[in-house]
């Protein structure tokens, strides 16, 4: 998909990140990454803003980039409403060139994102590139246990109808159709592109992994 079939998709997509399943991934995902105290936040394919949001207060400085200009814009309103404009910028990018400076950010966010890319490790990359040294990454990806059947029996077992459930099938489908990811497959991945101290964590019961990795010191 392109920037401009991703800007009819900003209402789903904003949507999508109010359900209670990825609210709570959102959750454990800044629980992982800590505090955000005087560090320089990046999120790679930042949709309208609202994982930036959860630790906004704490940050010194949040950069959030989206192939999507509709997607900006959203972000930019809403950090507007929340008086946060002046601690954050958001940017047209694509995730593999992002317009960014080397070694610049403390974390790096990425959720839902780099599975898409037609070769992930160009994305992943770039984070390496823009991360300080010892800096954080910091990634939601489908398992390879995602499957609209897995999916739809995760949904059936937690009570999750509606447009959660839509949305949670939607994304399984695509996932589907692009690149999942065992935890040893992260490993190596993260490892061949200069990550070290690579952890994960299973979520929506292992259909998913949050995995953190830090920028070697001498990479």
Same mark, same amino acid.
């Given at each position: ?7 009819? #998709? ?61 997607? !900006? ?39 839902? !994102? ?15 590139? !823009? ?37 949670? #099938? ?50």
């Amino acid at each position: 998909m392109n920037g401009e079939e991703f800007d009819e #998709l900003v209402s789903f997509f904003d949507a999508m990140a109010r359900t209670t399943w990825l609210r709570k991934i959102h959750d454990t995902l800044k629980e992982t990454t800590a505090s955000w105290v005087d560090k320089e936040v990046l999120d790679v394919g930042c949709g309208t803003g609202r994982l930036l949001l959860r630790g906004a207060e704490e940050a010194r400085r949040l950069v959030g980039v989206d192939l999507s200009s509709e997607m !900006v814009k959203a972000s930019i309103q809403q950090f507007f409403y929340h008086e946060l404009s002046a601690k954050s910028e958001f940017l047209v990018a694509d995730a593999e060139n992002l317009p960014l400076k080397d070694e610049t950010f403390d974390l790096a966010l990425s959720t839902c !994102v780099m599975f898409l890319l037609p070769d992930p490790a160009n994305g992943i990359r770039e984070v390496h590139r !823009v991360l300080k040294h010892d800096g954080m990454i910091a990634m939601l990806n489908p398992s390879e246990k995602m499957s609209q059947e897995t999916a739809a029996s995760y949904g059936k077992e937690h009570g999750i109808s509606g447009f959660e459930r839509t949305a949670l #099938l939607k994304w399984s489908n695509v996932s589907t159709r692009r690149h999942r990811y065992t935890e040893n497959e992260m490993t190596g991945l993260l490892q061949n592109l200069g990550f070290s101290c690579i952890q994960h964590k299973e979520v929506l019961g292992g259909l998913a992994l949050i995995t953190t990795a830090k920028k070697e010191q001498n990479s």
